[in-house]
């Protein structure tokens, strides 16, 4: 997946599916912060067939958490997702961005 945005930057995402391990990952770039190892992120699906995914990342205030990814609603048609920052508890959650992703009609 990649997007193009106004200002000409880009970013993007490789998913990639391990079946040797049943993991996903999940890994991001952004033409804005060019660097020679990829953000990644990794999980597995879910009883309720989610794919949850997960990278350590700090809050802004130093708190030890987790960056976490949900593709959820998964079908046909397509699927939504949302990235959260989540405690080590996973009691504290702060939405940092929600998508949905449609497929196109393929007549």
């Not at 997960?54 to 958490?65: M, V």
Request: with cysteine; charged share 25%.
């Amino acid at each position: 997946m990649e997007t193009l945005k106004t200002d000409g930057n880009h970013s993007g995402s490789i998913r990639q599916f391990n079946a040797d391990s049943s993991k996903w990952y999940v890994h991001y770039y952004a033409s804005a912060s060019p660097t020679s190892t990829l953000s990644t992120w990794e999980g597995n699906t879910s009883k309720n067939g989610n794919i949850v995914l997960y990278k350590d990342q700090k809050a802004p205030n130093g708190t030890d958490g987790f960056s976490r990814l949900t593709f959820y609603d998964i079908n046909d048609k397509g699927y939504k997702w949302i990235g959260e920052w989540v405690d080590k508890t996973e009691t504290t959650t702060y939405a940092f961005w929600k998508i949905e992703c449609v497929r196109p009609d393929l007549k």
